[in-house]
T-cell receptor, first 115, second 112 residues
Framework: ETGVTQSPTHLIKTRGQQVTLRCSSQSGHNTVSWYQQALGQGPQFIFQYYREEENGRGNFPPRFSGLQFPNYSSELNVNALELDDSALYLC??????????????FGPGTRLLVL | AQSVAQPEDQVNVAEGNPLTVKCTYSVSGNPYLFWYVQYPNRGLQFLLKYITGDNLVKGSYGFEAEFNKSQTSFHLKKPSALVSDSALYFCAVRPYGNKLVFGAGTILRVKS
């Protein structure tokens, strides 16, 4: 196990609602990245947080937003949920400062179903 | 564009036989390459990475990967497969910045 935890494990929402997913990073890590994994696909990068600021973003609309807290934990917020937002949301933590060689360690994910 | 291709949706191998899971990449500059494994209803587990140096990288659980710059490939290998190796395997490249770009994944089935 990596030490990265996510909550909740499963979530069911309806279209138009808002959702907040949470992630606690591995001890000693200061960076959190979020990915969306649709069924049968590889994970897609949403964004990364470092020092409580967004530090890179993938091709996701602004209704996907996040936060990082002083203890390096993070939240992913999705507003105005759409059916296509149904996916496994993965959080990964890493230690910034080692450049591109740093390894991202993933949590177990939160499975979101939008009805 | 930065991309990763895993040409096989599924690889079947008998227990005890060697296995190979293929990955090719397209990226400008030096590629930083990773392999992850995903078990059902679980997150991704890091197996190994190539940054620089020896083209043969050794990782967790007896897995290794061979980096081939001329063929832009980074195939995952194991000399002797176990039934417990059955899972979904992802190759990823970190072209720049902070994101990982993943392939679509390859299902590995090891039969006893």
């Amino acid at each position: 196990e990596t030490g990265v935890t996510q909550s909740p494990t499963h979530l069911i929402k309806t279209r138009g609602q808002q959702v907040t997913l949470r992630c606690s990073s591995q001890s000693g890590h200061n960076t959190v990245s979020w990915y969306q994994q649709a069924l049968g696909q590889g994970p897609q990068f949403i964004f990364q947080y470092y020092r409580e600021e967004e530090n890179g973003r993938g091709n996701f609309p602004p209704r996907f937003s996040g936060l990082q807290f002083p203890n390096y934990s993070s939240e992913l917020n999705v507003n105005a949920l759409e059916l296509d937002d149904s996916a496994l949301y993965l959080c990964a933590s890493s230690l910034a400062g080692t450049g591109r060689t740093e390894t991202q360690y993933f949590g177990p994910g939160t499975r979101l179903l939008v009805l | 564009a930065q991309s990763v291709a895993q040409p096989e949706d599924q690889v079947n191998v008998a227990e005890g036989n060697p296995l190979t899971v293929k990955c090719t990449y397209s990226v400008s500059g030096n590629p930083y390459l990773f392999w992850y494994v995903q078990y059902p209803n679980r997150g991704l587990q890091f197996l190994l990475k190539y940054i620089t140096g020896d083209n043969l990288v050794k990782g967790s659980y007896g897995f290794e990967a061979e980096f081939n710059k001329s063929q832009t490939s980074f195939h995952l290998k194991k000399p002797s497969a176990l039934v417990s190796d059955s899972a979904l395997y992802f190759c990823a490249v970190r072209p720049y910045g902070n994101k990982l770009v993943f392939g679509a994944g390859t299902i590995l089935r090891v039969k006893s």
